[in-house]
């Protein structure tokens, strides 16, 4: 059993007005998970849960990222978008048997990118990488790419190659934790100097070996991307915390903002990560206009 907080105190540090959030799940009704991927969130959290989220942090713009549970199916991800396209975009789940016409409806939707999970439960891995690269490309979406990054030195070559933007999530997952200054932080480096790549910061939870309340490996690493990039840095909410199964695993969200928002250099990279940054990724309409 499981009890999720969707309000509490105000974080101490103020969202700008636009700020998007980039990576979050919603578990409509009638939704059902699919084999190969894991079971539904217990509750099934779903847009009203996540409404208060944002009105808790001050969100004003978000990314739906399609769930693992619903596989390549992206029925879920379209009802989502359809109650909340004015504010949202989508990524979904596509592979090699995605057909031309699920991919147009998919564009009317709001769909602007796909996801890669190359772990457990992951609908699509890299063994696919290539071949959805070359249809999202040729789509004008970006891809959210997810590994061990402890392995980034089996993919690098393959990522250096990617025609489409794209975005490594969580922190970059180095499940077997790494050095601020190794040599996989540096092929990371590499690959957002190349200019495709984006780098972001959610759900620093999944890889951390010190754990809350500050996550301080992960913080190293992170703090170097965003002082090496702050024009390549995206930050997501990572609701509903799919990970925690008991309650005393569940993140408090502005707790989390404000350590997380914390390990920027400065205001502007940080306003970066928040607007610039992500209108860019995800194709909003920038604020500025």
């Not at 939707?109 to 249809?135: H, K, M, N, W, Y």
């Amino acid at each position: 059993m499981i009890e999720r907080s969707f309000s509490g105190r105000d974080p101490e540090i103020k969202l700008p007005a636009g700020a998007i959030d980039t990576h979050l799940h919603v578990y409509l009704s009638g939704f059902p998970a699919l084999p190969g991927g894991p079971g539904l969130p217990e509750g099934q959290p779903g847009l009203s849960e996540y409404r208060q989220v944002m009105g808790w942090l001050g969100i004003d713009r978000f990314v739906i990222t399609q769930g693992n549970a619903h596989q390549t199916n992206n029925a879920n991800l379209l009802a989502a978008l359809k109650e909340t396209r004015d504010v949202a975009r989508g990524v979904a789940a596509i592979d090699g048997e995605t057909s031309d016409a699920e991919l147009e409806i998919l564009k009317d939707g709001g769909v602007v990118g796909t996801r890669i999970v190359d772990l457990p439960g992951g609908a699509v891995g890299l063994s696919q990488l290539e071949e959805v690269d070359a249809r999202a490309f040729a789509a004008g979406w970006m891809i959210a790419i997810q590994f061990d990054g402890s392995d980034i030195s089996d993919h690098v070559d393959r990522l250096s190659k990617l025609r489409s933007r794209w975005v490594l999530d969580h922190h970059g997952k180095f499940l077997r934790g790494v050095a601020p200054d190794g040599h996989e932080v540096a092929m990371l480096k590499r690959l957002v100097d190349g200019g495709r790549c984006w780098f972001k910061f959610a759900g620093c939870y999944e890889s951390s070996f010190e754990g809350g309340p500050d996550y301080s490996d992960v913080a190293e690493v992170s703090k170097v991307m965003a002082t090496h990039a702050p024009e390549r840095i995206v930050w997501g909410t990572n609701f509903p915390h799919n990970t925690a199964t008991r309650t005393t695993d569940y993140p408090n969200d502005a707790a989390l903002l404000d350590t997380v928002l914390n390990w920027f250099p400065d205001d502007r990279a940080r306003h970066l990560a928040l607007i610039e940054n992500a209108e860019k990724l995800y194709g909003f309409q920038s604020v500025a206009k």
